[in-house]
């Protein structure tokens, strides 16, 4: 859909397709599979003219007004177009059974979806496939906006709310300006309509699992309350996400270091780990049946099945992680003007590769860290916080060396255990999440310039201070020299990971399990005794510029 920065959300909502008639059915999928058909041609004429159509800083992005240069004629004269009587691709005599706006609905879905592809070909050993490659069987739904449909309130014996969809399929090629109209009944439940008011309806898209099941996605822009600020004392709050711990947050005040909060899901690695190995055991049995010529068709139907569990399994539980630390951060902001940071994880697949341990390389690989951070921060934009650049209070920091160099003096430490941190220098021995997660607060310190006139003791102090110098004198000789360990990739996906949920569609909020904390072993420290607790980013580049001293990092 088109761009806007406000913030939108999708509902998903089943079509009854049991109360269509046999006409509606048919015409629904007419509807969609010439949208597909269409989508696919402007594909073409977009990757037949690519050089000609790329613009932008770092040729990205495609120019729609060249698109319809080429693809549709004019015969009215505005300010800003003139008189089109032929084009090289001329689709309205190509595709009679479509309105020039349905076009122009279809020329937008095509165009996001080249500018997605060029996006990843630009990403270092990248090789995506092009967009007109995919399968042909595949349904392509377009983005249909507010003036070609509206939601109808209508109780009936079939459903009570119907979407009331425009079809051209008959009422364009005979000329008629008023188009006919298709009703589609609508499964929509109390859930669906909480979504739906709290804010306007935008736009939509028909589409068919892989079960072959009919939903619509609604896009709704959401009524967000402005940010306020109340002159409450400002606060840091950390969050080092893990593995065997899901989350450690840490809240860092001007005065010392508050609190530290451990989210655990012990269930999680159990039970995609059982995924795991029932994943395995199939993948065996296929290649024992591919080697003796047998069929494997039940097998991989198993296989899709499973991951199909897994997917959503891991899912929920990030659901469920990112709710509870989004009510620990709406409890801290009762008390304090609150910023939130989380480390960003930059080639954490490529360093797996390099561990000896085979259960933490396949741990490593099935973390999905990027969904959780872009999940919180549209949770957070949910709520009213800004993710503009200069007024955000939320920032993904670079993570590299948290978890290693010590909060309190910025020397190298060393890590007996995985979740041990012993600095020999100062003595400090403290779980090295927690220490982590301090380090991270300690990067938006930095990377803020309005916390800077914030006097404070302790890590607050140290990290203003090392603001201010750019080679402090605790690290020298650590780093070689002209490298930084601080990486400058953008904040994106890597291969593998999956994007934010942009609509919870179950209430999990009592999923986990509460649990209890303990501050006397530091390896073995816990959550705190209830996790009923308190939702942009700054590019990479500029964060690495002032971040170069945080955490005692020296470039040279």
Same mark, same amino acid.
């Given at each position: 859909?088109?761009?806007?920065?406000?913030?939108?959300?999708? !509902?998903?909502?089943?079509?009854?397709?049991?109360?269509?008639?046999?006409?509606?059915?048919?015409?629904?999928?007419?509807?969609?599979?010439?949208?597909?058909?269409?989508?696919?041609?402007?594909?073409?004429?977009?990757?037949?003219?690519?050089?000609?159509?790329?613009?932008?800083?770092?040729?990205?992005?495609?120019?729609?007004?060249?698109?319809?240069?080429?693809?549709?004629?004019?015969?009215?004269?505005?300010?800003?177009?003139?008189?089109?009587?032929?084009?090289?691709?001329?689709?309205?005599?190509?595709?009679?059974?479509?309105?020039?706006?349905?076009?122009?609905?279809?020329?937008?879905?095509?165009?996001?979806?080249?500018?997605?592809?060029?996006?990843?070909?630009?990403?270092?050993?990248?090789?995506?496939?092009?967009?007109?490659?995919?399968?042909?069987?595949?349904?392509?739904?377009?983005?249909?906006?507010?003036?070609?449909?509206?939601?109808?309130?209508?109780?009936?014996?079939?459903?009570?709310?119907?979407?009331?969809?425009?079809?051209?399929?008959?009422?364009?090629?005979?000329?008629?300006?008023?188009?006919?109209?298709?009703?589609?009944?609508?499964?929509?439940?109390?859930?669906?309509?909480?979504?739906?008011?709290?804010?306007?309806?935008?736009?939509?898209?028909?589409?068919?699992?892989?079960?072959?099941?009919?939903?619509?996605?609604?896009?709704?822009?959401?009524?967000?309350?402005?940010?306020?600020?109340?002159?409450?004392?400002?606060?840091?709050?950390?969050?080092?996400?893990?593995?065997?711990?899901?989350?450690?947050?840490?809240?860092?005040?001007?005065?010392? !270091?508050?609190?530290?909060?451990?989210?655990?899901?012990?269930?999680?690695?159990?039970?995609?780990?059982?995924?795991?190995?029932?994943?395995?055991?199939?993948?065996?049995?296929?290649?024992?049946?591919?080697?003796?010529?047998?069929?494997?068709?039940?097998?991989?139907?198993?296989?899709?099945?499973?991951?199909?569990?897994?997917?959503?399994?891991?899912?929920?539980?990030?659901?469920?992680?990112?709710?509870?630390?989004?009510?620990?951060?709406?409890?801290?902001?009762?008390?304090?003007?609150?910023?939130?940071?989380?480390?960003?994880?930059?080639?954490?697949? /490529?360093?797996?590769?390099?561990?000896?341990?085979?259960?933490?390389?396949?741990?490593?690989?099935?973390?999905?860290?990027?969904?959780?951070?872009?999940?919180?921060?549209?949770?957070?934009?949910?709520?009213?916080?800004?993710?503009?650049?200069?007024?955000?209070?939320?920032?993904?920091?670079?993570?590299?060396?948290?978890?290693?160099?010590?909060?309190?003096?910025?020397?190298?430490?060393?890590?007996?255990?995985?979740?041990?941190?012993?600095?020999?220098?100062?003595?400090?021995?403290?779980?090295?999440?927690?220490?982590?997660?301090?380090?991270?607060?300690?990067?938006?310190?930095?990377?803020?310039?309005?916390?800077?006139?914030?006097?404070?003791?302790?890590?607050?102090? /140290?990290?203003?201070?090392?603001?201010?110098?750019?080679?402090?004198?605790?690290?020298?000789?650590?780093?070689?020299?002209?490298?930084?360990?601080?990486?400058?990739?953008?904040? !994106?996906?890597?291969?593998?990971?999956?994007?934010?949920?942009?609509?919870?569609?179950?209430?999990?909020?009592?999923?986990?399990?509460?649990?209890?904390?303990?501050?006397?072993?530091?390896?073995?420290?816990?959550?705190?005794?209830?996790?009923?607790?308190?939702?942009? /980013?700054?590019?990479?580049?500029?964060?690495?510029?002032?971040?170069?001293?945080?955490?005692?990092?020296?470039?040279?």
């Amino acid at each position: 859909m088109a761009q806007s920065k406000s913030v939108t959300i999708s !509902v998903k909502v089943p079509i009854k397709w049991d109360g269509m008639t046999k006409i509606s059915r048919q015409r629904l999928k007419q509807i969609v599979g010439r949208d597909t058909r269409v989508i696919r041609a402007f594909l073409g004429v977009i990757e037949q003219h690519e050089n000609d159509l790329l613009i932008g800083r770092n040729s990205d992005r495609i120019d729609d007004g060249k698109v319809d240069r080429l693809t549709m004629t004019a015969t009215r004269i505005t300010r800003t177009t003139k008189q089109r009587l032929t084009v090289p691709h001329d689709f309205k005599a190509r595709f009679r059974r479509i309105s020039q706006n349905e076009l122009m609905e279809c020329r937008k879905t095509a165009v996001a979806m080249y500018e997605s592809y060029l996006k990843l070909r630009s990403k270092k050993g990248w090789k995506p496939s092009r967009p007109c490659e995919v399968n042909q069987s595949r349904r392509i739904p377009r983005w249909v906006f507010t003036r070609r449909f509206r939601l109808t309130e209508n109780p009936t014996s079939v459903s009570r709310w119907w979407l009331d969809l425009l079809n051209s399929l008959d009422s364009n090629p005979q000329g008629r300006r008023i188009h006919d109209r298709l009703l589609i009944p609508l499964k929509v439940s109390p859930f669906h309509l909480t979504q739906l008011e709290r804010g306007e309806v935008k736009a939509l898209q028909i589409f068919t699992d892989r079960m072959k099941k009919w939903w619509v996605t609604l896009a709704v822009r959401l009524d967000t309350p402005k940010e306020t600020h109340t002159g409450l004392p400002p606060a840091v709050l950390g969050i080092d996400l893990g593995i065997e711990k899901a989350a450690c947050t840490t809240l860092v005040t001007p005065e010392k !270091v508050r609190e530290t909060r451990y989210f655990v899901q012990k269930d999680k690695v159990q039970n995609i780990t059982k995924y795991d190995w029932q994943v395995a055991s199939l993948q065996h049995e296929m290649s024992v049946r591919r080697n003796s010529e047998q069929k494997n068709c039940k097998v991989i139907q198993k296989l899709k099945t499973l991951r199909t569990k897994r997917e959503n399994l891991a899912k929920e539980y990030d659901r469920v992680l990112v709710r509870q630390i989004l009510d620990y951060i709406l409890e801290l902001s009762e008390k304090y003007t609150l910023y939130v940071s989380v480390g960003r994880l930059s080639n954490i697949r /490529n360093a797996a590769r390099r561990s000896k341990s085979r259960r933490f390389r396949a741990l490593v690989h099935s973390w999905a860290f990027s969904r959780i951070t872009e999940s919180l921060q549209h949770q957070l934009a949910q709520i009213g916080w800004s993710m503009k650049f200069k007024e955000s209070r939320f920032r993904v920091v670079p993570e590299s060396w948290t978890s290693i160099m010590c909060w309190k003096c910025g020397r190298k430490g060393i890590r007996p255990k995985q979740n041990l941190f012993v600095c020999p220098t100062c003595g400090n021995r403290c779980n090295a999440d927690k220490n982590g997660a301090i380090n991270i607060a300690g990067r938006l310190i930095t990377l803020t310039e309005s916390l800077h006139s914030v006097r404070g003791l302790g890590k607050w102090a /140290n990290a203003v201070s090392r603001s201010r110098n750019s080679r402090p004198n605790a690290q020298r000789g650590l780093m070689p020299r002209g490298k930084s360990l601080l990486s400058k990739k953008d904040e !994106v996906s890597h291969p593998g990971e999956s994007t934010a949920i942009h609509c919870v569609q179950a209430d999990l909020l009592g999923f986990g399990d509460e649990t209890e904390s303990s501050d006397y072993d530091h390896a073995a420290a816990r959550t705190v005794e209830k996790l009923s607790v308190a939702g942009s /980013n700054t590019p990479a580049i500029e964060q690495e510029k002032k971040a170069k001293s945080v955490g005692g990092i020296r470039f040279r």
